[in-house]
Structure formats: C-alpha cells, structure tokens
C-alpha cells in the first residue's frame, strides 16, 4: 500500500506539471473578451454569423459565435437572437428502414424570452449559454455522440443606432459529450440545399420571415415538435408541392437535385420511406394494406423499391440518355418568294456520327416537324405558320444524314423580304431503358425531343433573330430544363412558342384584354399572375415582381426595362380595337382602375383605334424608363 | 491422452465458426465443442492380450434420460426422455493359426450407436463390417402451424392468410412445437490384402440422412420458418491399391461418389396473403442429386536422407437432376435447358521434396497446384425474385479458381538442444468472376526450437504474411452495385502478423503444456468492409499420475477474437463502425481413481465447462450494442464400474448439464413478433439435464 501512495503522489505530481506546461502560463480563460475585433461595422447589408464551437458542462450548452457584415467587420450590439437545439437519430436507429430523424430540444428567444446567459463581447464575439441541460427537454434524452444542431437566427430588428439587420439564419451540427468541447459529427442529414428552393421561390421565409434555411425548419418540424403528422418536414414539403407544381412531379430531381456535396443526397432513391413516399403517394394506406401490399413498417421498403428502381420509375426512365442519341439541326436554309428551303441532319451526337438515313426512313422517328414564320423583327407575320411533318416527307433531294426540304405558302408581307425567319423543330423518338428503338416495338415508348428553333435570312442561316427576353434556363428554373410541353411536344419557351403565339393573336374584349390574348408576351404574364381566365389559383412559388426570375439579360440589362422594344405592336382586340404597346403590357398585372387611369393621363390608349394605339403617345419611360426616378428594373423587387 | 488432443481440434472447429462470424452472422453453437465421453475403459491395451480363444465383455444397459429439451441429447446420445435401452459389447476371438474376430458395440439402440465386426488375419488380410448411427438435435421447441400433406407443407383447414403475421388470427391456435434433428445411419464394408510387394483396399460406405433441419421460405417480401425434410443417402465406393520397393511406394486411389435425395422440392402453402398475384404457395430447390468421382496417383521415392513424394489427382463432379419450374406462381418462363448438366472437373498437383544437406541442415520444397474447372454451359436463366416475378435474365457464372502454393524452408540444428526453422511460402490465386482476378500472398516464417533439458521444451514462431493482389474491380453481375469503397475481406489487401510461444513440461507422472498464439490481420486498403482482426488464446493442460490408482488431469482454453468492420449508411465514405469481441473458454478437469474397495471398484468424474460469447456494438456517433449472444455449458460426467464377481460387472453412469444459451436475433421472440416473418419462435435453450445409466457386463 505503501508503494501504492508513493505512485499516486508521483503521478498527481506529473499531472500537475503537465496541466501547468499545457496552459503556457495563460490565464486559461476562453479570451473572448481579449481578442481584436477591428472597428464596428457601420453598414450592415448582410449578416455574417460564424459558429465557433459549442462547449458542453454538465450537459448545458454553450455557443460561442462572430457576427459580423458584409465587409467582415464586427457587428457590435445584435440585440436579440433565437437559439433551437435539435438532435439527429441515425438512419436505421429508430427501426431499421426508417430514415434519420430530427428530435426538438427547444428554442430560446434572447433577451426577451431566455433564462439562458448571453452575453455581447463588444467586439463581434457573442455566446450564449443555455439554462439548462438538453437532456430532458421536450422529453428528448440528450445523447452523446448523436448529431446535434444548433440554429442562430438573428436580424428583422435593429441595432442601437437603427441600422436594420437582415434576417440571418446559421448553423452548426456537432456532437459532444456531456462535458467537453464539440467535434465533427459522425452522421449528418444533408438532403436538399436551400438554394434549390431559390431556383424557384424567391427568398423563401416562414414564420414571419425568421427562418429561412431547411437546416433552420428540419429543427422543428419534425415528429417531437410538430402534433400533426403531416407537418413534419419531408411529408410536409412534398404534400405542399402536389397542387401547382410547375414541373414534372414524378421528377423527384427537380428537387433532389444530384449534388455530391450534399453526403444524404442519394436518401431519395437510398431511404424510401412509407412516410416520405406516402406524401406524394397519398391513395396508398400502407398499414391497412390500401393500393399496396400491407407493411407495418419501413423495414421492406428497399427490398423491393431498390434505388436503381426508384431512380427508373422517378426520372424520366434513361430518356436522357436515350435523347443524348439525337439530335435534329438545320444545316441550311434560304427564302425564294413564299418557300423556304432548308437542309436538316440528324445525327446522334453520343457517338458523333450522322444518322445517315432521312427521318422517314428512320424507324425511331415518331415525329418530327418544322414550322416556319417569317418577320422577326415585327413578331411574326401570322399566328398559323406552315409546316412539314418529316417522318412523312420524302426529302427533295440529299444523302447521308443531310437532307432537303421546302415548306411553301410562307407568309411574308410584301416590302419585308430583308427581314429575317424563323424554323422550329419538335418531335418524338421511341426509346426504351435508354436506348433509341423500333417505333412499332411495343416496349418502346414516345420521348419528347427537346424542341430548338433556328433564324435564317432570305439567304442563309442567321445567329440573331427575334429578341431574346425569357431564356429555356430561366424557365427551367422552375419548369425544368425544356420539361414543360405544351400542343404535344412543343417546349422551347424561349423560341419556339412566339411563331404562332404572337401579335397577330386578337383578345376577346374583356375588362383586361391583355389577360385575355394568347399573344406570348401578355400569355405568360397572365398565367403567372394568376390573372388569366382558368389560373386564376395558380400558386405562384416566388416573388412576382421578381421580373429576372424570367427575364434574361441583354448587354448588361434584364429586359424587363422600359423602353419597350420598337417593334412590339399594340394589342389587337375583338372588334377592330387596340391599346398601346406598353399600357398593354403593363396591365397584365397592373390592372387597377388607378393603374389604368395613370397609364391613360401619361399618354396610353385603352382600346383605340390601331392609328391612335401606334401614335407613340405613351410617355411612360419619362419616369419608368432606365435610370429615371421610377426605373422599372428599381421598382420592382428584382433579386 | 486422446481427449486432450480431441480438444484443440473441436476449438479450431469453433474458431472457424467464430470466424465466419459477422455482424449480423449466423449464431455458432457451443455444442461443437462438445467433448464426449470419457470412455475411460478403452484405454486399456486390448492389443496386449496374446492368449487365444474368445474374451471379451458383453453388456445390457438401462437408462433414464431428461429429454425435455432435445437438446441434451448431444450429450447423453439420445433425445429420448425416459427409459433407454442398450447393448454393448467388445469380443475377441483369436485362432491358433493367427485369425483374428473383434465385435465392438456401444450404446447400440441409441441415435449415437456404434457396431463393427473385423475379422482377418493381421498383416495379410483384413474385412470389416461396421455400423454407426450420429444424431445431432437442434430443437424440439420450434413452433410452427404447419404438417406435411402429400409432401408439401399445408396450414390447417381454416387458416387465414393475412398481410402480416400479426393478421393471422389462428396461428396461436395452431403452432404445434416440432423437432429439429438429423439423424445418420452410416454403413461400412471394408476389406484390405496385404501381398509381398503390395497392399489392396476396397471400401464401400452408405450413409442416409433422416430427418429436418431449419429452412426458410419466401415469398417476395414475407418469409416463413420452415422445418425442411431430410431423406437422402450417399454411396460411396473407394479402391486402393499401392506397390512398393526398396526405396519407393506408388499407388493408385480411386474413388465414387454417389449422392441421392429422395426430397425433390420444398413446398408450403403461404401463411401470407399474396403480395402480387396469385401466390398461394412456394416452391424452393433441394440439394440435387449428384456424382463424383475421383482419381489420384502417389509416388514416393526415397534415397538415404532425400524423399520425394509426387501426387496428381483429378475430380469430376457432375450433377444432371432437372430442373423445376422458375416459379409456380402463374406462367413459367421457359429456361435454357432441362437440367443443368453441370460439370466442375478439379485437377489437382502436389510435388514434395525433403531432405537432409548436412548433418545440422535440412530443406524442404514444395509446389501445390489445384484447378477448379467449370466446365458447365454457360446460359441466360430468367430469374424470378423469391418465386414471385420475373426479374430479368442472367448468366450462370462459372467461378473458376487456380491456385498455386510454392513453399521453401530450412531447419538448421544449432546444437543437440535447438534448432531454427525458416520459411517462405508463397500463395497464387487466379479467380474468374469475382472483384479481383488474382490474389497473391507471401508469407515469412521462423521459429526457433529449444530443448532446455529432458523435461523441458519450448519454441517461439513468428510468422508474418502480406497479401495483395490485381486490380480491385466490383462485379457488375450483381442488380445492386456494392459501395466502390468496399473491400470483400477475402480478396482484400491485408497484412497478417502471427506468434506462437509454446512450452512444455513432462516428468514420469507429471506433464503440462502451454500455449499461447497471437495473431492480427491488418486490411490496409480497405474502407468499407472488414478493416481488422485480432485474435489471441492461450492453453493449459497438465495430467498428474499421483499412484497408481489415481489420474488427475486439467486443462483450460481461452480465446480471444476482436474484429473491426466499417461501413456507410448513404453510399459514401464510411460513417458507421462496429466492432465484434468474441470469446470463447473451455474449461476441465478429470479424476481416475481404481483399484478401490479391494480392486473392484473403478471411479471417473470429468467436469467440463465451456462458455462463448460475441459482443457486438454498432457505433455511428451513438454505440448500438446487440443483445445477447453466448452459450454456456456445464457438464458433469461421471461413473463407477464395480466388479460385482469374476464375470458379472456393473457401471454406473450419471451425467448432469447446465445449459444455457441466447441469440439476440431470436430472444423472446414469439412466431408473430416479426410482421413479415413467420418464425419459430424464440430457439434459445436453458435446462438442467440428468442422465442416470445403470449397465450389467458380463466377462466371456
């Protein structure tokens, strides 16, 4: 025993000198309140809030963070802040086949709501700790070594001296024991980036815009926090996509986008989830054994609805890659009085090589036409352009892989023959599992083709045409690239829909006309503003004054600027009426009395006469044109 | 002697199957550590008698065995519960002339009994008919609704089929608890002739399989627990013939192989409401009947201190049965052919040399060459998942491996005491269809022997081995493809270190020996598989002969096995980790006292504890430890043979068992806990057992 206590006191004796020579004579405190800052920041356009780490003592929670601007100076006095605490179960923990799940500890609002410690260093540093253990909140057991997150949301009130603070959400997932510092987390539930949400929505923001990142929303709506099932995360998100969704639904990418850095981002195809599934899915009742076999839980899910399955059934089956084989494109193409003539390849751009026979030879070819309009400049000469249907067209003249072809009775106004045409393709391919096949084989199914269009001169091919003011990307933004079909298999938004759906479409005489032509530039506003007959319950998924959620740039500017281009024509309306050219436009979503009066004091005219409506009376650039007081590109809240 | 050498082989046997091992393996059960019977009595040298006549004992025996719980008759060697009876009996009869007749029996109207006749004339000729029933019990307590009905497994009358197990409103009414055992009847006929220059063997054995064994029926998502039906026999007729000279020995060894089943599927009616269709019942493939054949060549030659020894073999198995239908839920899809017409040739090449250099040096070489040959058309087979739909179409895949073994190493004596032994071996392995083509492993060796003195010795070996192999490329052939970061751990790259200390100690009456072995396996580019093991032990055994009368003897076995595993929940980088410590302990100690109560009465007791364990924790951020898994053992086993006159002697017999065991994959699990599955319940065993035997011998 003896030699047992001569140890013991020689190792405390180590101990001691180790602690002592660890520290480097430091005063051991954390030196928060030491530590430059730099001067305050004086603007404050962003909020920039780092997560420094959580420490934990005796299970209480304490976060250390920096805030600072855009500017990485310190932000002195944020006077409040909201702190929630949630924690991850692992994939497969509650029973095996159940996905991860978050569980609510809680959410402490400071100074107002809070017993927990916060406290400003004054130079940019801030903490907080909480006021008591996790463990036990919400009846949730705090475990170590499970995920946890902690948000920090501040901003939507001001500093001391009234500068605003945006709305900031932040971050962090760790785990810890119940004493000691944090470390990296082993298992994460990283799914679907916010950003993806703001490829459609604007902004997005719940609960009176405080909390604006899915890292943020996950930590309370889940199963421990929210009383109605449906109003946990993934069967909420999904359920509230089923009605309006502007894409493609079975289309889970549209969402799920493939990311890599995103470690869960394979869950959809990887974890399916009578839960998850069962929100879009919702005729099945998977426990009573309604429109699907019973299961009382998750745990079979993947043996049938493996991800290589769910992946198939999901996106579009391999047409991608069945696409990726073809692709149609006008070699030529020139004007001879009311016939274009234009030479077409077909070639599979997969291994390079031209097909070498015409479309009506190929039996993969379902469809395949080009109309033709003529009159870029002027938005097209008529709203029913000719066209031929290829894979019926025995080609005038051409071999391997390039082939002619005239379409006739082309209209083109008299004095406009230096102007320029348009040709649109569209059509259908057979395809299965992937790969281009026999249009009369059974197993293989249509596929759109992704239409394209192509200006040409009198003489030759053309690189310009019609303006360009909504591009395939901005629409895809929402809709999916070249995903949305219209009239079978028209989905070139960006060009293709303004040969017919163009000027020389007339309005019926409504209260709002512009609502009413098909006409594509009054057309697409109307849908999305909700404002044309039959979308009146469109659910718009972002901000509408966002003009550049559409609209594409030229030379540096979105063209939704005044002032309009030259060429845009009044709007015709049933019985010989029109109204003016940016007074036309406008009202597709302006459509007041007040609008409508202001726009007629500044010169509009509201069903005239073509005469009155051409005069160039409008005067609406004078305040709303680029760079006057009321810029419409500064008016609106463009993003 | 003989059961301590019995002990280190039934451990290797359980190390194996710890080995096997995996997180989510099947259970090991500690019975195959089972240690028989001390027959004491047999110890005896039979061999010395030299008088001639008849002699020998024959005897009736009457016992009670606890067959409760099945289980115990691993031990007892009957799972009836009650009254047994049996014969045994050892008779020699020797003629003036040198013939010779031996019957041995034990324990003959048990399911473990044992008969052989031998009679011949030794060092000419030899001819012997031998009997040898085996059983191995599993269970009596699997609860199941079914009974066998025109050889497929039928629910009774008014059984509802439901979704899930829950929904099966009369399976509490009808599970019955069912045996499972396999019982093995083995016959042997054998006859060998020794001539001047040769030596012939001819033998035949035919054994057949009763009984049922655990199986599983599925279909598509729901399983059901079936007792399979064993009813099969296997002949096989072996022929030897060797010649010898002066300084070499040749021969030829043939051999066939017959096997047949009288089972020709398994067939139940589904318990569950069909998934998709039409499926009332399933169907599964049993062991289809086979033949094998075999011929081998050996040469031996010999010249003063060098022997070379030659070996070519060559196996073909052929198995032709025909097929089933792909699936008797709705229409079949046509297959290939009819039956499989499968061919594996296996070809098979040994070459040896040993030999003295000098006095103190001596090498040895060696070259193995084994190729397994597929030979089987290769065809597109429509696979039905669980007999349910049509999935796709596949090609058999043939597996065809060739390995190659080169081995070289010295013995080099230091002094009349030590000597070293150093080697190399190297290992060859081309694979078709697996993730890696080749796989090739070095390996080093020394150990060093020491003799201290005439009683002592001991040795130290170290051994260490490296494996890698070509590229490491996934198998396409599979529907899911495997995590590009995982590393099957038997391709895997891996380093392998290994120690052996061995030391010895052996007076007239006193001898000990201990052992102690450590080796680890080092995956060093694998990921996401089986990352490392380690695995240590030690033995202890000593036997004390205190007089004459009185025999002591103990030993004790411990091993350790601890493996690490890595895997990922989302495809990706490892993220979750378990970890496995098995370990296993066998225990025992034995007491001989003869010679008491005026040389009449004989005594044993033999104690035998044996314990084995595996701990299983999944740790992703949290530690997921299994439950239970382990088997714990005590047996007693002793008797007392008293000499009741000249002729007459009776033994007594009693043996106890303690035993208990647990597999968290079925603890307390009742037929309907799992909703897709239709179990037999919870498997697990834990009962104390007697068997009192009471056996009257009488002396020829």
Redesign the interface.
């Known amino acids: 025993m003896k030699k047992m206590t001569h140890l013991n006191r020689y190792a405390a004796t180590l101990a001691v000198a180790f602690i002592l020579s660890a520290c480097g004579g430091d005063d051991g405190t954390p030196g928060k309140p030491g530590e430059p800052g730099g001067p305050p920041a004086m603007t404050v356009d962003t909020l920039q809030i780092t997560i420094d780490d959580v420490t934990m003592q005796s299970g209480i929670a304490t976060v250390n963070y920096r805030v600072t601007n855009q500017d990485d100076e310190p932000v002195v006095g944020v006077p409040s802040a909201t702190f929630i605490a949630a924690q991850l179960?692992?994939?497969?923990?509650t029973n095996a086949g159940n996905s991860s799940q978050w569980q609510f500890f809680t959410s402490q609002n400071c100074p107002a709501r809070c017993t927990g410690d916060y406290v400003d260093y004054k130079n940019g540093d801030y903490s907080y700790t909480f006021d008591a253990p996790f463990d036990g909140m919400n009846d949730i057991s705090y475990?170590a070594?499970?995920?946890q997150r902690l948000v920090i949301k501040m901003g939507g009130d001001s500093l001391a001296d009234g500068t605003v603070l945006p709305v900031t959400n932040q971050h962090i997932d760790w785990?810890a024991p119940t004493t000691g510092p944090s470390a990296e987390?082993?298992?994460t539930r990283n799914i679907v980036t916010m950003a993806t949400c703001n490829s459609c929505h604007n902004d997005l923001a719940f609960h009176g815009s405080n909390y604006n990142q899915i890292e943020t929303c996950v930590t309370c709506h889940n199963a421990d926090r929210v009383s109605n099932p449906d109003n946990i995360f993934p069967q909420m998100v999904h359920a509230k996509h089923l009605s309006g969704f502007p894409g493609s639904l079975a289309n889970c990418q549209t969402c799920h986008v493939a990311d890599d850095t995103l470690?869960?981002n394979?869950?959809w195809t990887?974890v399916p989830t009578m839960e998850a599934c069962g929100a879009c899915h919702n005729n099945i009742d998977f426990k009573a054994?309604q429109g699907h076999?019973?299961?009382?839980?998750n745990?079979?899910c993947i043996?049938?609805h493996?991800?290589?399955w769910t992946a198939n059934v999901h996106n579009d089956g391999g047409n991608d890659e069945a696409l990726g084989q073809f692709e149609a494109s006008i070699t030529s193409a020139s004007l001879n009085g009311d016939t274009v003539s234009f030479t077409l390849s077909l070639r599979n751009p997969a291994s390079g090589q031209l097909y070498t026979d015409s479309a009506n030879n190929l039996n993969f070819v379902a469809d395949l036409r080009v109309y033709a309009n003529w009159g870029t400049s002027f938005d097209y000469a008529t709203r029913s352009p000719r066209s031929i249907r290829l894979q019926e067209e025995v080609p005038i003249a051409g071999s391997d892989g390039r082939y002619s072809y005239q379409i006739t009775g082309v209209t083109v106004p008299a004095g406009t023959e230096m102007d320029l045409g348009a040709l649109a393709i569209q059509g259908k391919v057979c395809a299965a599992n992937g790969v281009l096949g026999d249009c009369s084989d059974t197993t293989n199914s249509e596929v759109n083709i992704k239409s394209s269009h192509q200006f040409f001169s009198a003489q030759a091919l053309s690189d310009s045409g019609r303006r360009v003011v909504v591009t395939n990307d901005t629409c895809g933004s929402c809709h999916g690239d070249q995903q949305l079909n219209f009239h079978g298999s028209r989905n070139d938004l960006e060009g293709q829909c303004q040969l017919c759906h163009n000027p020389n479409m007339v309005a019926d005489a409504t209260d709002n006309p512009s609502t009413a032509t098909a006409d594509y530039k009054h057309l697409v506003h109307g849908i999305h503003s909700g404002q044309r007959e039959g979308y009146e319950s469109i659910n718009y998924p972002g901000n509408l004054g966002n003009c550049a959620q559409c609209h594409s740039q030229q030379a540096g500017v979105l063209t939704a600027g005044l002032p309009l281009y030259a060429g845009v024509k009044p709007l015709a309306i049933t019985g010989d009426l029109y109204t003016s050219p940016t007074a036309a436009i406008c009202s597709d979503c302006h459509a007041s009395d007040s609008a409508t009066n202001h726009m007629v004091q500044q010169g509009a005219v509201f069903k005239g006469s073509l005469a009155d409506a051409s005069a160039l009376t409008e005067s609406c650039t004078t305040c709303h044109g680029q760079g006057a007081s009321a810029d419409v590109l500064k008016v609106h809240p463009i993003k | 002697m003989t059961h301590h050498t019995r002990v280190p082989l039934r451990l290797s046997t359980l190390a194996l199957a710890i080995l096997s091992t995996t997180v989510l393996g099947e259970g090991y059960g500690l019975a195959s550590a089972n240690r028989d019977n001390l027959k004491t009595e047999a110890w005896q040298c039979k061999r010395c008698a030299s008088n001639t006549g008849t002699h020998g004992t024959i005897g009736v025996g009457v016992a009670h065995n606890d067959g409760e719980d099945s289980h115990f008759g691993n031990t007892s060697g009957t799972d009836k519960d009650g009254v047994v009876a049996s014969l045994e009996g050892d008779i020699r009869h020797r003629a003036a002339s040198g013939y010779q007749t031996h019957f041995t029996a034990d324990k003959l109207g048990y399911d473990n009994g044992f008969a052989q006749l031998t009679t011949g004339k030794p060092g000419q000729y030899n001819i012997s008919a031998a009997y040898r029933a085996i059983a191995h019990y599993d269970t009596n307590q699997a609860l199941t609704p079914y009974h066998i009905q025109a050889d497929a497994w039928q629910l009774p009358q008014q059984w509802q089929t439901g979704a899930t197990t829950a929904q099966m409103t009369d399976l509490q009414s009808s599970i019955q608890p069912t045996s499972l055992q396999v019982e093995r009847d083995r016959y042997n006929l054998d006859a060998s002739y020794i001539g001047s220059f040769y030596r012939a063997e001819l033998g035949y054995q035919y054994e057949q399989r009763q009984g049922h064994r655990r199986a599983s029926g599925n279909l598509l998502t729901n399983s059901t627990m079936l007792t399979e039906r064993i009813d099969d026999a296997t002949d096989n007729v072996t022929a030897k013939i060797y010649l010898n000279g002066t300084n070499w020995l040749a021969g030829i060894e043939t051999q066939l192989s017959h096997y047949k089943n009288d089972q020709q599927a398994l067939r139940w009616q589904s318990a569950f409401a069909p998934t998709f269709g039409a499926a009332y019942s399933g169907q599964n493939a049993v062991s289809p009947d086979n033949k094998a054949y075999r011929i081998a060549g050996n040469t031996q030659l010999s010249s003063g201190t060098q022997h070379v020894l030659m070996h070519i073999g060559f196996t073909r198995m052929t198995q032709d049965q025909s097929y089933l239908p792909a699936t008797i839920n709705g229409p079949s899809p046509v297959l290939p052919t009819d039956n499989l017409a499968g061919q594996v040739d296996i070809t098979e090449m040994k070459l040896n040399y040993s030999g003295r250099v000098s006095r103190a040096l001596s090498l040895r070489a060696s070259y193995d060459y084994r190729d397994r040959d597929n030979k089987t058309q290769v065809d597109l087979y429509p696979q039905i998942i669980t007999d349910s739909y049509l999935s796709g179409y596949a090609h058999n895949l043939e597996y065809d491996r060739t390995a190659q073994q080169a081995k070289l190493a010295a013995k080099y004596r230091l002094n009349r005491a030590a000597y070293i032994d150093i080697g190399y071996d190297y290992d060859h392995n081309n694979y078709s269809d697996l993730d890696r083509q080749n796989l090739q492993e070095s390996t080093l060796f020394a150990k060093i022997h020491y003799r201290i003195s005439t009683q002592w010795q001991v040795w130290l070996k170290a051994s260490g081995s490296d494996r890698t192999g070509s590229e490491y490329s996934p198998v396409t052939t599979t529907v899911s493809p495997s995590n590009p970061l995982l590393r099957k751990s038997y391709l895997a790259d891996r380093e392998r270190q290994r120690y052996g200390l061995y030391g010895s100690y052996a007076t007239g009456a006193f001898s000990a020996s201990a052992n102690a072995h450590w080796m680890q396996d080092d995956y060093t580019d694998t990921l996401i598989g089986l990352t490392k093991v380690d695995t240590q032990g030690y033995d202890l055994s000593a036997q004390y002969a205190v007089n004459d009368n009185i025999n002591l003897n103990a030993f004790v076995n411990q091993d350790w096995r601890d493996s690490d595993q890595a895997g990922s929940s989302n495809f990706g980088a490892p993220n979750w980790y378990a970890t496995s410590a098995a370990k296993s302990t066998l225990i025992g100690a034995g007491l001989d006292y003869a010679n008491l109560l005026d040389n009449k009465l004989k005594l044993g007791i033999d104690y035998t504890y044996a314990d084995g364990q595996n701990d299983t924790e999944v740790i992703q951020g949290l530690r997921s430890p299994y439950d239970s898994y382990y088997s714990t053992r005590h047996t007693l086993n002793t008797f007392a043979n008293y000499q009741i006159s000249d002729k007459f002697g009776l033994r007594f017999d009693w043996i106890f068992e303690q035993y208990q065991d647990a597999d968290w994959a079925n603890e307390g699990l009742a037929p309907n806990s799992i909703p897709n599955v239709l179990s037999f319940g919870d498997l697990s065993h834990d009962y104390n057992a007697h068997y009192f035997g009471l056996t009257l011998s009488y002396q020829l």
């Open positions: 179960l692992p994939q497969g923990y475990q070594g499970a995920t785990q987390p082993a298992y470690s869960e394979h869950n990887r054994g076999p019973a299961q009382a839980d745990a079979n043996a049938c493996n991800p290589d």
